[in-house]
């Protein structure tokens, strides 16, 4: 069975009864203690057994991606103790002392030293390493031109885009439809900006995940029979500070930071 993306494929498996027999106070609390390895399916007291045996096998697999995690530490280690991190400090405008480089990811710091090892205020996932190692590696440290493009707009984006539209404009859009706070939390936990209505939008919210790689979030909510609107953009020199794949890779990990988020909050 292929690997759950999020809770709410997990929730869609249960009976939706809450009835507290697995000890946790609803079926959507239960999901997400599944999602984040706290629970199994198999403690729920009501689930087919078809769908526990399917889940198992998909357990076996989990290991997988520790070990893809693994080789990216272990990438990252090999790429950064041939570079020269005082020179990709200066080139990035970042700071760099007692040989180590800091920059910083969601207004949290992210450390890296001439051996490869990361000290960080925020959890290391894959999604978020390969980027920040693109970004140290590869980005031309280019200002912000203050211009912003849709994803589709970028010079690598028009054959991502349905993807990208699917996987992060749309499950974004959805979350914001259900979860009223979210804009709020998003600029208390992530370190986000609000601006002033870009492109008439009712809400517009400026995010970092990393410098010089700033991403608008613009939203639209539901008026008058029209239905609410989700647009994200990216500024115009996006791609010379990180590698178009990158850019999808960072913007799909905080959609499913996003949707944790929401789900502690009870998001249906």
Not at 39 to 53: N, R, W
Not at 160 to 166: G, T
Not at 244 to 252: H, L, V
């Amino acid at each position: 069975m292929a690997g759950f993306s999020n809770a709410m494929e997990i929730f869609k498996l249960l009976d939706k009864s809450n009835c507290r027999k697995c000890n946790q106070p609803t079926c959507l609390a239960f999901a997400g203690a599944v999602y984040q390895g706290r629970k199994q399916l198999g403690d729920c007291p009501v689930i087919d057994a078809d769908v526990i045996k399917r889940y198992e096998q998909h357990e076996q697999v989990q290991p997988a991606a520790n070990r893809d995690l693994e080789n990216m530490l272990a990438q990252v280690k090999s790429t950064i103790t041939s570079m020269d991190l005082s020179a990709a400090a200066h080139r990035l405008g970042t700071t760099y002392a007692h040989d180590r480089l800091t920059l910083k990811t969601l207004g949290k710091n992210f450390t890296i030293d001439t051996n490869g090892e990361i000290y960080t205020d925020i959890h290391v996932h894959g999604w978020l390493l390969g980027p920040v190692l693109n970004y140290i590696t590869h980005s031309k440290g280019r200002p912000e031109s203050g211009t912003w493009l849709p994803f589709r707009e970028l010079a690598g984006g028009k054959t991502r885009y349905r993807l990208f539209e699917q996987r992060c404009e749309k499950a974004l859009k959805h979350i914001a439809d259900t979860y009223t706070d979210l804009f709020e939390d998003m600029i208390h936990i992530f370190n986000g900006r609000p601006v002033e209505n870009h492109y008439k939008s009712d809400i517009s919210l400026v995010l970092y995940p990393l410098p010089k790689f700033p991403i608008l979030i613009c939203y639209w909510r539901p008026e008058d029979g029209l239905e609410s609107d989700m647009n994200i953009f990216f500024d115009a020199v996006a791609e010379e500070n990180l590698d178009i794949d990158m850019i999808y890779t960072i913007s799909a990990g905080l959609i499913v930071m996003f949707e944790k988020l929401a789900l502690r909050h009870g998001i249906k």
